[in-house]
């Protein structure tokens, strides 16, 4: 096994199962989220209007009804709305996290639920009825509102997600397929599918002097920021943003929503703190999705599963408004060894909202579709499926050539062997019955590029010895106060109880906040250098003050361990230390620079999944039985949060696989699930049994604390070790997700009472 040791320092907390520290606060409701921070002076309620077209304008508006209304303040729309840059062309280069987004800012519809009007009044009750007041008749265009009967007019955007190459090619693709002895050429659609985070996107925006301060939902303070400001058009100085509690995010809080610039503009009319939020329904077409993927993948091999030719060509919508190209098959590029390889993006415009990064872009659809077409190599050669991938374990990257900083993917298999049992997995698919329940075993591989960013920290310390680390970095529910918590008390060698994270705030130290799994390491590593540069300030106060009882020792025989300044036989506390060199307290702060390691290594993390399903052989109904997923991540800065996370991911695999689908009305262009009561996801009875466990590992070529990113890594692949345990119990192979039962009846063995 490849894998580096571990390295640990002292005191050993960077790791441990740390509870949340942000725990006790969240289930007792005490942790305030944006809607329910309380701002100093009443504030106004605003509840959106949304276009009841796909495409169009408002021919007429009348607000009239809706302003008499009891307790309406204001109604905005496009006649009254305040002057905001143009929006500009659907793809600029590099600012789509920083652009302005006008809201109500002409008459044109550009997709269903637009917001067309701000209702502004004393209750929220009161200005969500009085929106219904507002009679509006459009003209209606007619819209492109499915991919599929539009394939022929998709294009090549320039580049895809995070500016990687929109298409790849090595060797000879073509001949290679055309000359191996055994192939694989399937079609695979993945659907829309919607975030839901359990926190809608909400605002409090209010105003002092010239200066904004918003409470807002969102994974990135310096994003919403920079957004807002380019909106409003005022300096990036004058908005404030507060975010220390998200519930959740999940790729859609990265950019600021509707909600937030009309909150912004209202309250700057008013004179006067304004809410706005999202409504469930609302999110669904307001604040992004995952597009909806036609994927074409041909495989070729020889006899004995040694991979030729490698094909990934994807075509996913994009908005007409917006252009967003998910990363689609940029994890083929990685995965699997073979000489000849091709991969390829191409976007059909349609008329809904852009979309949006979705919990591993790209990565998730992508695999889902690609280990399922492996799992057809498999069958189709009659090799184990993990016999197949270990006989296409590459030794470099194969499209990069370029060596991996770690890479093990068949530890990850062998461990998920072991512990699942796979050597009971039905070796003929619909062989193993209970009952009338059919037994599928199936599993897949998962591989995440690993990503790390410029961010900076601060660390205090007080005399009473209290250590206070600051960031705008997020908690969206994964743990960064727990991790963060854990990295500076080990980095300074204090008590975990002494020390406090702040998190969520623009005037504190920017990060790149939580998106694209580099949280922890970002942030992490930025406390770390601020911890490191204030326990230097430290150490170096201890042997130079005239009254320090460490007068005189050397640096390196001096260190901080459980809150004391130790040297051999001598010691004071930091507190004690503080007091006499500080008493108005010691800071220091810690930056750490993008890295580019990314560039000589091929650097990801990796796992296995591994299903066991049961599907009624009478109704098709299927049941997820058990899940495991093994991954080896780098360094696991706390054990308990880090599985949770992967769960989380793998869950939203088994929904990928089997429920989640965003329908929309091919007619008029409308999300028509858009709630939790028709938008599925896995919930607690879907999910019997899942567990999550680690490879150890250490790599030190991505950060200094040796970790990878793990927030997306759990969902990539999950669904496809759903979907082949399906396979594998029915002998049927759906290529359009969600399997549901209706895909699978009209094919379902016959199994006699
Ligand atoms: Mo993530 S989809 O970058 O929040």
Partial sequence: ???????????????????????????????????????????????????????????????????????????????????????????IKGPVFVRARPVLANDQVTYFDQPVALVVAETFEAARSAAALIRI??????????????VGDAYRPETINAGMATDTAVGNFDQAFADAPVTINAEYRTPFENHCPMEPHATLASWSGDELTLHTSTQTIANIRAGVSATLQIPPEKVRVISPYVGGGFGSKLIPHAEAILAALAARSLRRPVKVALTRQQMFANAGHRPMMLQSIRLGADRQGKLSAIGHDVVSSTARAEEFAEQTATSTRSLYAAPNRRTSHRLVRMDVHRGEWMRAPGEAPGMLAFECAMDELAVALEIDPIELRIRNEPDRDPERNVPFSTRNLIACMREGVRRFGWDKRPATPASRREGRTLIGYGMSSAIRPNYFQEASARASISKDGQVIAQCDMTDIGTGTYTILTQIAAETLGVPIDTVKVQLGDSSFPRTPGSGGSWGAATSGSAVHAACTALKQKLLEAARQHEKSPLKGVNTDELNIVDGQVLSAGRRMSVADLVGMIAPEGLSADGKVAAADTYKTYSQHAFGAHFAEVGVDCDTGEIRLRRMLGVFAAGRILNAKTARSQLIGGMIWGVGAALLEEGVIDKRYGQFVNHDLAEYHVAVNADVPKVDAVFVEEYDDKTNPLGSKGIGELGICGAGASVANAVYNATGIRVREFPITLDKLLPDMPLVAI
């Fill in 1 to 91: 096994m490849a894998t580096n040791a571990a390295k640990t320092t002292a005191s050993h907390l960077i790791g441990q199962p740390v509870d949340r520290v942000d725990g006790v606060l969240k289930v007792t409701g005490r942790a305030k989220y944006a809607y329910e921070t309380a701002p100093s002076g009443m504030p106004a309620y605003g509840f959106i209007r949304g276009a009841a077209i796909g495409k169009g304008r408002i021919a007429t508006i009348d607000t009239s009804a809706a302003e008499k209304a009891p307790g309406v303040i204001m109604v905005m729309t496009h006649r009254n709305a305040p002057a905001q840059p143009e929006f500009g062309p659907p793809r």
């Fill in 137 to 150: 008749d459009y003209a209606r265009d007619g819209g492109v509102f499915d991919v599929e009967s539009h």
